[in-house]
């Protein structure tokens, strides 16, 4: 649990703290989104935790993705999750 110390209103002389819990940090709504990572699982296990829903796995390559990420011979594992919208 994380720990936040924030001043209350406009006196820098009173400090309170509050507890920052992943139920406070839930996403709701997001745009396309290209992360890399060295652990997929652990990336996976993380946003899952903040509310994203696994959608399902693969791997891409070939010409298209050596282009679009301007590296030759590319061939990516990904994982694709959304948003509890559904749009994201």
Do not use: C, N
């Given at each position: ?10 006196r ?24 890399v ?14 509310g ?26 990904c ?10």
């Open positions: 649990m994380t720990t936040i110390a924030y001043i209350v209103a406009d820098p002389d009173r400090v309170q703290f509050a507890y920052a819990t992943i139920e406070h940090m839930a996403i709701q709504r997001m745009e396309h989104v290209g992360i990572v060295d652990d997929l699982a652990a990336a996976i296990e993380f946003f899952v935790e903040l994203l829903e696994p959608r399902g796995k693969g791997q891409v390559g070939g010409s298209w993705v050596d282009r679009i990420v301007a590296l030759d011979e590319v061939r990516v594992e994982a694709m999750l959304r948003t509890p919208d559904g749009h994201g």
